[in-house]
């Protein structure tokens, strides 16, 4: 099994930046992927950008490319996701997500999740 646990979320201007981490621990030996995905008020749960571990093959949502930059620390078993040019659009709670074995863009597929860290952008 696995434990992901986020941090790093906040309050932000628009225009501004943030870094999420997700760390996971448990069984990390095998081979697995991790996802953040978010989820506004009313909204239902929507892919964000994804990493596989073994070879760092990252996905990303239209509407963040560009702006986003999902990266892996293997040795860490760290996830960092750098939002850049937040927009209020972009407040949701945002949630890590493992999978072993493959790579999923959706959230039905993975099967461990964080509590989430909330990301604000306001003026």
């Known amino acids: 099994q696995l434990q992901v646990v986020e941090s790093g979320g906040g309050l932000v201007q628009p225009g501004g930046s943030l870094r999420l981490s997700c760390v996971a621990s448990g069984n990390t030996r095998d081979y697995y992927a991790l996802g953040w995905f978010r989820q506004a008020p009313g909204k239902a749960r929507e892919a964000v950008s994804c990493i596989r571990m073994g070879d760092a093959s990252t996905y990303y949502g239209d509407a963040v490319k560009g702006r986003f930059t999902i990266s892996r620390d293997t040795a860490k078993n760290t996830v960092n996701l750098q939002m850049n040019r937040l927009q209020p659009k972009n407040t949701s709670v945002y949630y890590c997500?493992?999978?072993?074995?493959?790579?999923?863009?959706?959230?039905?597929?993975?099967?461990?999740w964080g509590r989430g860290t909330q990301v604000a952008v306001t003026s």
């Open positions: 997500a493992a999978v072993y074995e493959h790579v999923y863009w959706s959230a039905a597929e993975y099967d461990y």
